[in-house]
T-cell receptor, first 113, second 114 residues
Framework: DAGITQSPRHKVTETGTPVTLRCHQTENHRYMYWYRQDPGHGLRLIHYSYGVKDTDKGEVSDGYSVSRSKTEDFLLTLESATSSQTSVYFC????????????FGPGTRLLVL | QQQVKQSPQSLIVQKGGISIINCAYENTAFDYFPWYQQFPGKGPALLIAIRPDVSEKKEGRFTISFNKSAKQFSLHIMDSQPGDSATYFCAAYNSGGSNYKLTFGKGTLLTVNP
């Protein structure tokens, strides 16, 4: 599992509330990613980070923000959760000198009512 | 714009048969092509990967075939087993780019019947 943990693993929340998901890695890898997985859409990149305080948007970043204040933690925040953000969220890291080999965490299942 | 197209969306194979999943890409700058396997309730896991300097890579029962001129690559699972039942994703990466990200296909749900 490349030392990746995600918390919480399951969450139920209400529309309009803020939600923060945490990804933690134990091996100080530089690149970290947040994806969402939905039926029929596969894996879609939300945001990624290439270092502490260095982040950039993916293809579905609207309504999400991220922060990375230290190497091991990458936080994903839904500023005001909507039902369309009900999904399974995966964190991933890249290992090695490049960033092409990604390893995924166990996922967080989020339900927005 | 979907840059990696994966087919079929779902596939049912009998035990012992060959499972074949195909992907096509558009960006000729892609130079790394991994396949991921995902079981229900788990995160995707890297299965096998290929670079375009070879046309085929084999690891056990899993083989990637790569056709650079056609911009296509495929995953072959020989002697498919019920334990291979999972969702498979192809992906592509441009190591010369600056965005550090994989482009994924939409996935194929493989069911291997006993």
């Amino acid at each position: 599992d490349a030392g990746i943990t995600q918390s919480p693993r399951h969450k139920v929340t209400e529309t309009g509330t803020p939600v923060t998901l945490r990804c933690h890695q134990t091996e100080n890898h530089r690149y970290m990613y947040w994806y969402r997985q939905d039926p029929g859409h596969g894996l879609r990149l939300i945001h990624y980070s290439y270092g502490v305080k260095d982040t950039d948007k993916g293809e579905v970043s609207d309504g999400y923000s991220v922060s990375r204040s230290k190497t091991e933690d990458f936080l994903l925040t839904l500023e005001s959760a909507t039902s369309s953000q009900t999904s399974v969220y995966f964190c991933a890291i890249s290992v090695g000198t490049g960033s092409e080999t990604q390893y995924f965490g166990p996922g967080t299942r989020l339900l927005v009512l | 714009q979907q840059q990696v197209k994966q087919s079929p969306q779902s596939l049912i194979v009998q035990k012992g048969g060959i499972s074949i999943i195909n992907c096509a890409y558009e960006n000729t700058a892609f130079d790394y092509f991994p396949w991921y396997q995902q079981f229900p309730g788990k995160g995707p896991a890297l299965l096998i990967a290929i670079r375009p300097d070879v046309s085929e890579k084999k690891e056990g029962r899993f083989t990637i075939s790569f056709n650079k001129s056609a911009k296509q690559f495929s995953l072959h699972i020989m002697d498919s087993q019920p334990g291979d039942s999972a969702t498979y994703f192809c992906a592509a990466y441009n190591s010369g780019g600056s965005n550090y990200k994989l482009t994924f296909g939409k996935g194929t749900l493989l069911t291997v019947n006993p």
